[in-house]
C-alpha cells in the first residue's frame, strides 16, 4: 500500500494551461506539505497544511494555490503555466508535532511545460 | 534564520570504502537535524534525525551521523558503501518549535564498482 501517493507522475503541457496534481496519505497524518524540486536538485518548502489550515505559505507566485478538502489530501493547482514552473513537485505528510516528526515523501510529479 | 550547507555536491567512491558527507548548519537557535536519501526517480525518505541525547545516531542501511554543536555540523558516515547507496542525499534543519525545514542542495554519493 502506498503511503503517499501522488497523480499525476509526469505531466507535459503547454505554456500558458491550467493543471493540478493530486496528493493523498493513507498514513493518518495531519500535516502535507508541497515541496519543488529544481533541475539542480534544490528542493524548497512551498505550502503545508496541518488539519486543513494553511500554515506555511513560502513566496511563490499565486498562480499556485493549494487546496486541503480533508486531512488526507492536498491538491495543488497551478494556473497560466510558465516555463520556469517546469520541475518536480513532491508531496509529503507527518504526523501531529510536525516540526520534529519524519517527513514522508510522495514519488514526485515531474512537470514539464512547453 | 536557518541554512544549510552541503560542502559536496558530488561524491565519488569505491564500493566498501568508507565515506562522510558533509553538512553544516547555522542557526541562532537550538534545532533539529535531519538527513534524507533520494535514489534516482523517487521521493526522499529518511536515514536518520537527530532531536536531542546522544550526539552519535545510527540510521538505517548502516548510515549514522554525528552531531557537533560546536563546529554546528552533522556529518553523515558509512563505514562501508554499496552500488545500491548511489543517490542524492540531502541534510535538513528546522527550529525547535518551528515549522519549515530547510534543505541543503544535496550532495550526489557515486559508488563506483
Known amino acids: 500500500d502506498t503511503a503517499v501517493s501522488q497523480t499525476p507522475k509526469y505531466l507535459v503541457t503547454q505554456m500558458g494551461n491550467d493543471k493540478s496534481i493530486k496528493c493523498e496519505q493513507n498514513?493518518?497524518?495531519?500535516?502535507m506539505y508541497w515541496y519543488k524540486q529544481d533541475s539542480k536538485k534544490f528542493l524548497k518548502i512551498m505550502f503545508s497544511y496541518n488539519n486543513k489550515e494553511l500554515i506555511i505559505n513560502e513566496t511563490v507566485p499565486n498562480r499556485f494555490s493549494p487546496k486541503s478538502p480533508d486531512k488526507a489530501h492536498l491538491n495543488l493547482h497551478i494556473n497560466s503555466l510558465e516555463l520556469g514552473d517546469s520541475a518536480v513537485y513532491f508531496c509529503a505528510s507527518s504526523h501531529g508535532d510536525f516540526n520534529q516528526e519524519t517527513q514522508y515523501f510522495g514519488p514526485g510529479t515531474r512537470l514539464l511545460v512547453l | 534564520a536557518q541554512s544549510v550547507t552541503q560542502l559536496d555536491s558530488q561524491v565519488p567512491v569505491f564500493e566498501e570504502a568508507p565515506v562522510e558527507l558533509r553538512c553544516n548548519y547555522s542557526s541562532s537557535v537550538s534545532v533539529y537535524l535531519f538527513w534524507y536519501v533520494q535514489y534516482p526517480n523517487q521521493g526522499l525518505q529518511l536515514l536518520l534525525k537527530y532531536l536531542s541525547g546522544s550526539t552519535l545516531v545510527k540510521g538505517i542501511n548502516g548510515f549514522e551521523a554525528e552531531f557537533n554543536k560546536s563546529q554546528t555540523s552533522f556529518h553523515l558516515r558509512k563505514p562501508s558503501v554499496h552500488i545500491s547507496d548511489t543517490a542524492e542525499y540531502f541534510c535538513a534543519v528546522i527550529k525547535t518549535g518551528g515549522f519549515k525545514t530547510i534543505f541543503g542542495a544535496g550532495t550526489r554519493l557515486f559508488v563506483k564498482a
Open positions: 498514513l493518518g497524518h495531519d500535516t
